[in-house]
T-cell receptor, first 110, second 111 residues
Framework: QKEVEQNSGPLSVPEGAIASLNCTYSDRGSQSFFWYRQYSGKSPELIMSIYSNGDKEDGRFTAQLNKASQYVSLLIRDSQPSDSATYLCLRGGSNYKLTFGKGTLLTVNP | GVTQSPTHLIKTRGQQVTLRCSSQSGHNTVSWYQQALGQGPQFIFQYYREEENGRGNFPPRFSGLQFPNDSSELNVNALELDDSALYLC????????????FGNGTRLTVT
């Protein structure tokens, strides 16, 4: 099992819909998780950090963490074409190594 | 923020390359990642207080340095075609709760 897995995508949603992105991880010692957005040819930019079980909301974005089930998700409400990008899940592990998932390409159609 | 140079670079197989990074002020940890097209970033190594304290599955021809003035380098010897990728530098505060802050990356093409 890979350390961090993301739903393969690509994911396509209409403008105004909710986009749901998921990530599972194998290391139960993982304490922190981060969602990054990466536009084509650009570097990743931090969207959300989440450290404890439950939901964390920031504007149109909601991160959800369930440590018992070892998954973390990102919901984007009222999706906009500008949200079209690759979304990367980053696991902050119990050691020095921070591990990325492969990423999910999201396309929001006008 | 984090700055990287150069933005783009073209090298020939077998050559050596040095990529540079300036960390965000106050950050004491720098990590380097390689990102091939269509893939997530792959961890190369991390430096904390000028010493390597973690390494991913990369051969020894990938090496690095971190300097006291918040700058760092990634060196790659004996370049191979598969080394063509976007190289990302990220700085952070030491500790597993700290997110990574990325530079704009260096696009390396090996011909």
């Amino acid at each position: 099992q890979k350390e961090v897995e993301q739903n393969s995508g690509p994911l396509s949603v209409p403008e105004g819909a909710i986009a749901s992105l998921n990530c599972t991880y194998s290391d139960r010692g993982s304490q922190s998780f981060f969602w990054y957005r990466q536009y084509s040819g650009k570097s990743p930019e931090l969207i959300m950090s989440i450290y404890s079980n439950g939901d964390k909301e920031d504007g149109r974005f909601t991160a959800q963490l369930n440590k018992a089930s070892q998954y973390v998700s990102l919901l984007i409400r009222d999706s906009q074409p500008s949200d079209s990008a690759t979304y990367l899940c980053l696991r902050g592990g119990s050691n020095y190594k921070l591990t990325f998932g492969k990423g999910t390409l999201l396309t929001v159609n006008p | 923020g984090v700055t990287q140079s150069p933005t783009h670079l073209i090298k020939t197989r077998g050559q050596q390359v040095t990529l540079r990074c300036s960390s965000q002020s106050g950050h004491n940890t720098v990590s380097w990642y390689q990102q091939a097209l269509g893939q997530g970033p792959q961890f190369i190594f991390q430096y904390y207080r000028e010493e390597e304290n973690g390494r991913g599955n990369f051969p020894p021809r990938f090496s690095g340095l971190q300097f006291p003035n918040d700058s760092s380098e990634l060196n790659v010897n004996a370049l191979e075609l598969d080394d063509s990728a976007l190289y990302l530098c990220a700085s952070s505060l030491e500790g597993r709760g700290s997110p990574l802050h990325f530079g704009n990356g260096t696009r390396l093409t090996v011909t």
